[in-house]
Nanobody, 119 residues
């Protein structure tokens, strides 16, 4: 099983980044996919979540209207489009996969990609 994040980097406030998480080794379509982040000195927090089948999404209040999570089941990839970035969005961003139905209880994490928002 692998979750490999990419797309992080340094961006100025107000800028945009698109994070990708390439998944392999499990039945992607049966897993809810999420993005979490952890800023220095803070706990890991849920940023965005997208269900496997229903397709419903939910977001942290701090990113609503700015971030969009999407998934491509054919490419087994989940994305996080981040617009209007703020310095407080600076964090290590992690991809997470949680199994549903027959795969309930399975939980996988990537190693993270660093996003730095600074002028």
């Amino acid at each position: 099983v692998q979750l490999v994040e990419s797309g992080g980097g340094l961006v100025q406030p107000g800028g945009s980044l698109r994070l990708s998480c390439a998944a392999s080794g499990f039945t992607f379509s049966s897993y809810d996919m999420s993005w979490y982040r952890q800023a220095p000195g803070k706990e890991r927090e849920l940023v965005a979540h997208r269900r496997s089948r229903i397709g419903s999404t939910n977001y942290a209040d701090s990113v609503k209207g700015r971030f969009t999570i999407s998934r491509d089941n054919a490419e087994t990839t989940v994305y996080l489009q981040m617009n209007s970035l703020k310095p407080e969005d600076t964090a290590l961003y992690y991809c997470n996969a949680k199994g549903t139905m027959a795969y309930y209880g399975m939980d996988y994490w990537g190693k993270g990609t660093l996003v730095t928002v600074s002028s």
